[in-house]
C-alpha cells in the first residue's frame, strides 16, 4: 500500500514525451526500490472543468522546480490546498512564492531541494498542519487577490512616462 499518488496530466505534445517522462520516472522509482506504478497516476489532458475537480481532490500541489507552475499556484489557492515551492533564478520562478508572501504562509516555501522534499513529505502525512496551512490560505488569499500595488505601479510608470514625453511607441519594423 502506497502513502501517496502522484496525478501527472499527459503532455499533449504526443505519445514520444510522455514516454520519455514515465521512462524517467520509472528509473528514478526504481532507483529508490519502488515501483513507479504504484505511486503514479497519468491522466489525459482534459478541460478546465475536469481539471478542477482533479484538482479539488488533492491534498498538496507541487509547483515545479525551475519552472513554477504559477497557474498551479493559482488553481491550487481556489481550493486552499497547500502548494509546495521552490524558488528559483528566474521571474518566472518567483512569482509562487511572492504570492504566498504576500499572504502571510511562508511554511511551504522551500529553500532547497530536500526541503522541498520534507515540505511536501510533511503536507501528505501529517493532517493537522495541512489542514492548518489551508485555513491559513483560506483566511489570507484575499490579500493576493485583491492586492491592486502593482497594477497601480505599472499605471504610474505608464502616466509618468507620457507626461514626461519618455514614452516612446514601437513602429512595425521594431517591434519585429
Not at 44 to 51: K, L, W, Y
Not at 59 to 71: A, E, Q, Y
Not at 80 to 93: E, K, Q, S, Y
Not at 146 to 154: C, E, H, P, T
Request: with cysteine; net charge positive; aromatic share 10%.
Amino acid at each position: 500500500m502506497t502513502n501517496c499518488q502522484f496525478i501527472f496530466i499527459d503532455s499533449a505534445q504526443g505519445a514520444t514525451v510522455n514516454s520519455v517522462f514515465r521512462d524517467r520516472l520509472t528509473r528514478a522509482f526504481a532507483g529508490h526500490g519502488l515501483s513507479m506504478q504504484d505511486y503514479c497516476v497519468f491522466l489525459t489532458p482534459m478541460d478546465f472543468a475536469r481539471f478542477n475537480a482533479v484538482a479539488r481532490l488533492s491534498d498538496v500541489f507541487l509547483d515545479s522546480i525551475g519552472w513554477s507552475g504559477f497557474n498551479s499556484i493559482l488553481e491550487s489557492l481556489v481550493w486552499d490546498i497547500p502548494p509546495v515551492i521552490l524558488p528559483g533564478g528566474m521571474m518566472r520562478a518567483r512569482h509562487s512564492p511572492a504570492v504566498m508572501k504576500m499572504m502571510g504562509v511562508t511554511e511551504t516555501i522551500a529553500t532547497d531541494i530536500p526541503a522541498y522534499i520534507n515540505i511536501a513529505a510533511r503536507l501528505g502525512l501529517d493532517r493537522a498542519w495541512r489542514q492548518m496551512i489551508a485555513a491559513r490560505i483560506r483566511e489570507n488569499k484575499h490579500k493576493a487577490w485583491n492586492d491592486a500595488k502593482s497594477v497601480r505601479g505599472l499605471e504610474n510608470f505608464i502616466v509618468g512616462a507620457v507626461e514626461s514625453g519618455t514614452a516612446r511607441v514601437a513602429n512595425k519594423s521594431e517591434a519585429g
